[in-house]
């Protein structure tokens, strides 16, 4: 058990916290590109189906879970899913919410690292694209290159000290003091800035964008209402693609930041009495708020009319990094201001996100190691920055990062929330976990979610899950044995692994010895 | 722009938009006592 009692000061922190851990860049980068690549407008229809039955079911399933867990004094995901799933096989298993987080902290951290210096390059006028709009392009993905050293492995390390060093080394401070300061001190109080900060920021970059008119002339067609419609003009023909409706459902549920073992720590921190439906309820929408609202009427559009159809499509990293920023160039001299305001944003939409990933590290450390935060935060520190050297010299291509991503920030988050989903709908069962939801609870949830939670949810994750799984694992696979750096980057996860189950059982000792019911077979007596 | 994609857009948006809107009113309306 942790030493020192954390709490959150109020219900509005709680939210804001939780909400800025899944607002992240692909609320702004990733969803706008999956819209347009799959039926646009006609793309809301998977999408808000899987919110509604995949990822706000599955989101009110672990605060519930969390808020049980802590109170029988856990706050780490195996001390939570060993409580709830009642014993040590879906404690082990709660070893992949601790796996998750800080894993995906270690190249997370170095994505939020490239915003912080974009955001400096604007600011400070370094992002120079040049005179001539026709290598606007070519400079973009030229400066991309340099920051990231995707070019070649080992390049930011090696000679002098490069920017993007410094700029990790900044990110990765700031984000330990937070840390450091605690749930209430540190993260809540950040985030009750951040995220209003962020909203005020989007804000800022949507009226710009939507006062673009046509700004040029040789491309009459390239309007702003051109490019919301190239957004959202429904294509109703991609509905009866698979690849739709699975690229739908991943996108809710990595947006909304489940199965990361965020909330089943941020949520153990509440009281018996706190609510959890109300407030898990006003997390999502948060969310949904900076990706619908936001990212959908600003990044395509502020491409499409610069850059046309062809420019406006991407994934996250080539939309973000490499055609805003000629997007930006092409505003002018205003473009400067914006483009800082943009990264500056995506930097507190990464912080707040990152923050929510050390956390529940942290109080794992604690909880088994018996560990005051003066302890665990350099040690959590130090795996990080360890795990985050091993990306950014790898840098050639982003394979190490992309190894990373795939294994544990993909595969792993539909694990996680797979195994969640069945421990709180079968093995918890899923009328006490109504029961449970329900207590102090300011809303009710529909009593349909009773048979979905059952039956639904837990179908259409795995549905989804053998899908993309189908999709992909081919190539990763294929990429393992052809690419030594993938390779090694998946003996660092299980590695990594391999020590969270070692300090695990250590810390289900220390939980025995304790005399708490680290296998859920009393209840609890708050 | 289609007629579709101004019901999609503003639909979505406006959707989302009272969805948050009634959870902050909720939250912020309930008597102070922590989360």
Redesign the interface.
Known sequence: MSKEAQ?????????LAVAGSAVGLGNFLRFPGQAVQNG???F?VPY?LALVLLGIPIGWAEWTMARYGGRKGFHSAPGVLGVVGRGRAMRTLGGLGVLVPLVVCMYYVLIESWCLQYFFRYAFGQMDLGADPAGFVDRSKAVFVAVTGSDQDGVTLNGGIHPTVIFWLVTMALNLFFIWRGLSRGIERFCNIAMPLMAVCAIVVLARVLTLGTPDPAHPERSV??G??F????DFSKLGDFKTWLAAAGQVFFSLSVGFGVILNYASY??KK??VV??G??AS??N??FE??FG??ITIPAAFVFLGASGAIGGTFGLGFNTLPVVFEHMGPFGRFIGATWFFMLFLAAITSSLSMLQPVAAFVEEALGLPRRASVPIVGGVVMLGSLWVIYFSKNLVALDTMDFWVGTTGIFLLATIQSIAFAWVFGVDRGLAEAHVGA??RIPGVYRFVLKYVTPVYLLVVFIGFCVQNLPGYIRGLAEDHVARRSLWVILFVAAVIAVVSSLGARRWRAAGLDLDGKEPPND | ??L??????I???LG??A??VY??W???T?P?D??
């Not at chain 1, 957004?231 to 429904?234: A, E, G, L, Q, R």
């Open positions: 709490q959150w000061g109020s219900r509005l922190g709680v939210i646009g407008g006609a809301m808000f209402l051109a919301l419609g957004m959202w003009n429904p509440l009281r706190d609510d109300l407030s309820l006003t929408s948060t949904e708020l619908v609202g959908g009427l300011h809303i | 722009m289609t579709g994609g101004w019901v999609f857009m639909g979505s948006v989302v938009l969805v948050v959870c902050y909720k939250v912020l309930l102070k922590g989360p």
